[in-house]
T-cell receptor, first 117, second 109 residues
Framework: GAVVSQHPSWVICKSGTSVKIECRSL??????MFWYRQFPKQSLMLMAT?????????EQGVEKDKFLINHASLTLSTLTVTSAHPEDSSFYIC?????????????FGPGTRLTVL | SQELEQSPQSLIVQEGKNLTINCTSS?????LYWYKQKYGEGLIFLMM?????EEKSHEKITAKLDEKKQQSSLHITASQPSHAGIYLC?????????FGKGTSLLVTP
């Protein structure tokens, strides 16, 4: 089956610093990847759609200058949380969209737990 | 507005009992995904349904999608402690998945 990895799996940083999270599709190419955020005891909320070779599309209420997304290749998307603050502490999950013929499936990474002190 | 409604919000069942979780969309679905999640961990893919009236089973878990492709149910037969976790339905309307709020399942001895 298709595999999506995330790195790091967890990170602790000081307030005001920037943190980069990587999402990789290991055995397929993904022109589209998605970034979700999940707060404790809540569901996943879509933050943005990452498109290879073009700008990301952000959901309403998500600051594009704070959450920088770069989809540099067909297997890698990065999310950078700039000037992180404690309220950015959350579980960040990416997914990669795999198109194979008539099949359109999303595969999720294992998530990255961000804690901002 | 929440396009995907999931119910119940939480569920406590005795081991061996059957249970059903429902997921209702306000729009016709392109695809419906069911995932299981342990708190703080990634999503475990269970099943995907795309065709109206489709039904899939894996071990003791069965998922159905209605003919109108707006409602799905996840049924667990003879629940076990290993079934405990958060169950999420995700709806595809052609792009990213929109998730329901999840159902927290606890299975008691």
């Amino acid at each position: 089956g298709a595999v999506v990895s995330q790195h790091p799996s967890w990170v602790i940083c000081k307030s005001g610093t920037s943190v980069k999270i990587e999402c990789r599709s290991l055995d397929f190419q993904a022109t589209t990847m998605f970034w979700y955020r999940q707060f404790p005891k809540q569901s996943l909320m879509l933050m943005a759609t990452s498109n290879e070779g073009s700008k990301a599309t952000y959901e309403q209420g998500v600051e594009k200058d704070k959450f920088l997304i770069n989809h540099a290749s067909l297997t890698l998307s990065t999310l950078t949380v700039t000037s992180a603050h404690p309220e950015d502490s959350s579980f960040y999950i990416c997914s990669a969209r795999r198109l194979a013929g008539a099949s359109d499936t999303q595969y999720f990474g294992p998530g990255t737990r961000l804690t901002v002190l | 507005s929440q396009e995907l409604e999931q119910s119940p919000q939480s569920l406590i069942v005795q081991e061996g009992k059957n249970l059903t979780i429902n997921c209702t969309s306000s729009k016709t679905l392109y695809g419906l995904y069911w995932y299981k999640q342990k708190y703080g961990e990634g999503l475990i893919f269970l099943m995907m349904l795309q065709k109206g009236g489709e039904e899939k089973s894996h071990e003791k878990i069965t998922a159905k999608l209605d003919e109108k492709k707006q409602q799905s149910s996840l049924h667990i037969t003879a629940s076990q402690p290993s079934h405990a976790g958060i169950y999420l339905c995700g709806a595809s309307y052609g792009n990213a998945l929109n998730f329901g709020k999840g159902t927290s399942l606890l299975v008691t001895p």
